[in-house]
């Protein structure tokens, strides 16, 4: 089994920044990708970003590229998401996941975290 817990999220202006982590535990053999997902209200969960923990490939939506990076620290089984440039249109629970191999469906993944919210006002 994989723990996830994310922490980070808030409300913040639109404009504003935040950063999002991700603390992975347990067997992390088992978690060689990790990914952000979104979920809004009333929308279906969506890929925001991915990342393996060997190696610097980073993965994006369009709706983020240029506003969102992607980072690790595998010395603290941590990953993070730097959100810069926040849309009201980004406001859901933030999502991190993982699993062996790295996608861009929510069905790719069997480990979640329990979700972290993000509001961004207008």
């Known amino acids: 089994q994989v723990q996830l817990v994310e922490s980070g999220g808030g409300l913040v202006q639109a404009g504003g920044s935040l950063r999002l982590s991700c603390v992975a535990s347990?067997?992390?053999?088992?978690?060689?990708?990790m990914a952000w997902f979104r979920q809004a209200p009333g929308k279906e969960r969506e890929f925001v970003s991915a990342?393996?923990?060997?190696?610097?490939?980073?993965y994006y939506a369009d709706s983020v590229k240029g506003r969102f990076t992607i980072s690790k620290d595998n010395a603290k089984n941590t990953v993070y998401l730097q959100m810069d440039s926040l849309k009201p249109e980004d406001t859901a629970v933030y999502y991190c996941?993982?699993?062996?191999?790295?996608?861009?469906?929510?069905?790719?993944?069997?480990?979640w975290g329990q979700g972290t919210q993000v509001t961004v006002s207008s």
């Open positions: 347990g067997r992390t053999a088992s978690s060689s990708a």
């Open positions: 990342i393996y923990w060997s190696g610097s490939t980073t």
């Open positions: 996941a993982a699993d062996r191999s790295l996608g861009s469906s929510s069905s790719d993944y069997r480990y």
